[in-house]
């Protein structure tokens, strides 16, 4: 019998494809794993290992913060899109009552309103010279995230000034929280 009958190319193309897929599978492991001490951004010649001390203050870097950002600000335009589509659908809902009708618009009217509360105060923050602002309003309540290498007392009177001029909140339920 021939050699390339025994193995067609298919059966080639599928072992090769399997080799490759067991050696993908074995560098995951090892890279997430933590027992291979693989670096590929290492210098060859460095011999270095750096040591890790649980408990002790880190320098976290500004990607951090600006991922926060930016992942938050998805996160409540995801929640805010997942209200407004319940709400459509109530809306649109032909049995519903008049009385729900008027609850679910006058809902739909506050997320509105909430939104673009957030959005004022977030634009009238960073012109006070801060570079990133989050604001998160609610019914009740009004929490500020500030991007800032140090809060000062007068800094944050001026974003309570902010709030207390764009919202109805109280001035015990506004919360403004920096991160550097």
Known sequence: ????????????????????LGLAIYLNYVFTSGTGNIDLTADANSSEETEEIYGEAQFTSAEVTDEYFVSARLERKKARDEAVETLATT????????????????????????????????????????TECLAFVDSDSVKVVVK?????????????????????????NISVEEIE
């Open 1 to 20: 019998m021939k050699f390339h009958m025994i193995l067609g190319k298919k059966q080639l193309v599928l072992a090769s494809l399997t080799l490759v």
């Open 91 to 130: 809306l649109k809902d032909a049995e519903l009552s008049d009385d729900d009708k008027e609850l679910a618009t006058s809902k739909a009217l506050e997320v509105s309103k909430q939104i673009e509360q957030e959005n004022k105060i977030e634009t009238l923050v960073k012109a006070k010279g801060f």
């Open 148 to 172: 800032t290498d140090g809060l000062t007392s007068e800094e944050a009177a001026q974003i309570k000034n902010i709030i207390l001029e764009e919202t109805d909140v109280l001035n015990e």
